[in-house]
C-alpha cells in the first residue's frame, strides 16, 4: 500500500523559507507525478505544482517565482521549498501522487501538515 | 487558467436521498475531470476520475458524467459516511486547478 508522509517544521517567520519534504513508501516513485497542494483555512485547494521521477517540474504562475520542488529517487522523497512567505501562504500542505493512469487525478495524499507563518 | 465552478457551495439531504453536485469549468477539459471527498481534518481521496471512471473500491452508488465543461457528480441512496465536502479538479492544462467544494450536510 502507497503511503505519503510530510514532514516539516510547523512554523515559519514571514520572508523566510517554508521547507517541507514527503516520503514515500510502499511503491515505486517511477512514472508518476509527484505534487504539492494546499489548503488555506476555509478555502479551496491549490495546487502547487509537480515534478516528475524523471526531474522534469512545473509550478503554479500564481506562486510566481517562489517554489522549488525537487526529488531524491534513492530515498523515495521529495521536497517543497517556498520562498519569503507571508501569512497568506498559511495553510494545511499535502503532498500527493498523481498517475496517468488516472488521468492525472490525485489518487494517493499524504495526511497533509498545517504550516502556520507568523512572526 | 481554468476555472472551476461548482454548484451549489453547501446542501442538506437525508440518508437514502439522491444527490447531484454540479462542476463547470471555464473553458473545455474534455474528459479530464476528477472528484474528490474530503472529511474534516483528512486529505481528500479521490473518488472519481476522467469523468466516470469509479476508482477501485469506491462503492457503487457514486458516479460522475460530462464532458467539456460541465460535468456531474450523483450520489444514490446517500449514506451517513457520505456527509463530507465534494471537489472537483481539472487535470487537463496546468495549473490544474479545483472547485470550491460542495459541502453535504445532513438536514
Known amino acids: 500500500q502507497v503511503q505519503l508522509q510530510e514532514s516539516g517544521p510547523g512554523l515559519v517567520k514571514p520572508s523566510q523559507t517554508l521547507s517541507l519534504t514527503c516520503t514515500v513508501s510502499?511503491?515505486?516513485?517511477?512514472?508518476?507525478?509527484w505534487s504539492w497542494i494546499r489548503q488555506p483555512p476555509g478555502k479551496r485547494l491549490e495546487w502547487i505544482g509537480y515534478?516528475?521521477?524523471?526531474?522534469?517540474?512545473n509550478y503554479n504562475p500564481s506562486l510566481k517565482n517562489r517554489v522549488t520542488i525537487s526529488v531524491d529517487t534513492s530515498k523515495t522523497q521529495f521536497s517543497l521549498k517556498l520562498t519569503s512567505v507571508t501569512a497568506a501562504d498559511t495553510a494545511v500542505y499535502y503532498c500527493?501522487?498523481?498517475?496517468?493512469?488516472?488521468?492525472?487525478?490525485?489518487?494517493?495524499w499524504g495526511q497533509g501538515t498545517l504550516v502556520t507563518v507568523s512572526s | 487558467d481554468i476555472q472551476m465552478t461548482q454548484s451549489p457551495s453547501s446542501l442538506s439531504a437525508s440518508v437514502g436521498d439522491r444527490v447531484t453536485i454540479t462542476c463547470r469549468a471555464s473553458?473545455?477539459?474534455?474528459?479530464?475531470l476528477n472528484w474528490y471527498q474530503q472529511k474534516p481534518g483528512k486529505a481528500p481521496k479521490l473518488l472519481i476520475y476522467?469523468?466516470?471512471s469509479l476508482l477501485s473500491g469506491v462503492p457503487s452508488r457514486f458516479s460522475g458524467s460530462g464532458s467539456g465543461t460541465d460535468f456531474t457528480l450523483t450520489i444514490n441512496s446517500l449514506q451517513p459516511e457520505d456527509f463530507a465536502t465534494y471537489y472537483c479538479?481539472?487535470?487537463?492544462?496546468?495549473?490544474?486547478?479545483f472547485g470550491q467544494g460542495t459541502t453535504v450536510e445532513i438536514k
Open positions: 500527493a501522487r498523481a498517475s496517468g493512469d488516472s488521468t492525472l487525478g490525485f489518487d494517493y
Open positions: 510502499g511503491g515505486s516513485i517511477s512514472n508518476y507525478y
Open positions: 515534478i516528475y521521477y524523471t526531474g522534469d517540474t
Open positions: 473553458q473545455s477539459v474534455s474528459r479530464y
Open positions: 476522467g469523468t466516470s
Open positions: 479538479q481539472q487535470s487537463y492544462n496546468t495549473p490544474w486547478t
